[in-house]
């Protein structure tokens, strides 16, 4: 009869390879990290907004205005103060995005990034924007135009409020800072080892062995080291004429050697 083993019991000669954690497992364990990454650097570029909104007011050209009787007009008609002001929400953005992402990068370069600053960097450069588009507009001149031109009176000049009139400069911050972070990725990114190739079997590195390796044959007697064999005899030297026996000669009457 055949040899009756329990179940789950290895054989002889199997190894018990524990069992490796799976993709999901590992990512649930990783998850609390990566969420409280993304947090911090949307968080941080939240609060960069409010600086953006402060040199967005105090750098953005001003708008001038008159009071003409019953009537407010623009000082400069042809003026590009409001142009500009749009202008250097952009241009700030892109500072704010390049600065940012390089910033993420090089403080989460050692444990290799992940989506979760990718996403925390998004999000945050578009809140900060949103933010800084708001503090802006609440320490530039008042939005109420009709009491503005009360108060300074006709033939007096005053300042029309700080708008952005072209809305898409909201996303010049998340842009860049999302380009500048794939470029340093690429660029300097942490890089994983190349597998071997699968013709080159299992690899084992210096200081292991293949007990070591999950992927190792199992071993057993029959891969214990066999006893060494010796070597077969050498065959004999054969010699040269000179060694073999000389067959007798036959001589004939006359002292010459007959033919046999």
Not at 126 to 153: C, N
Request: glycine fraction near 16%; aromatic fraction near 6%.
């Amino acid at each position: 009869m055949g040899r009756v083993t329990e179940p789950n019991t290895p054989l002889d000669g199997e190894l018990l390879v524990p069992p490796t954690p799976s993709a999901r497992t590992v990512l649930f364990e990783r998850l609390p990290a990566e969420l409280g990454v993304g947090a911090l650097i949307g968080v941080g570029c939240a609060l960069l907004g409010l600086l953006l909104g402060a040199m967005w007011y105090w750098l953005a050209p001003e708008v001038p205005l008159v009071v003409h009787g019953q009537s407010v007009l623009y000082v400069d008609p042809e003026g590009e103060q409001r142009a500009g002001g749009d202008g250097t929400f952009v241009l700030l953005g892109l500072g704010f995005g390049l600065v940012t992402a390089a910033a993420a990068f090089f403080a989460t370069r050692r444990r290799g990034g992940g989506i979760a600053v990718a996403v925390g960097l998004g999000a945050g450069a578009v809140l900060g924007s949103f933010i800084g588009m708001w503090l802006g507009q609440a320490l530039g001149p008042t939005s109420d135009l009709v009491a503005a031109a009360k108060a300074a009176g006709d033939g007096h000049s005053f300042h029309e409020a700080l708008e952005l009139q072209a809305k898409g400069a909201l996303f010049a911050w998340p842009i860049c800072a999302m380009v500048v972070l794939l470029a340093l990725t690429a660029a300097f990114g942490k890089r994983e080892e190349d597998p071997p190739p699968y013709w080159a079997g299992p690899q084992w590195g210096a200081g292991t062995t293949p007990l070591d390796d999950p992927h190792a044959p199992p071993t057993g007697p029959a891969d214990a080291p066999s006893a060494p064999v010796d070597a077969p005899p050498e065959p004999p030297a054969v010699g040269g004429p000179a060694d073999a026996p000389s067959a007798p000669a036959d001589l004939g009457g006359d002292g010459t050697r007959q033919a046999q």
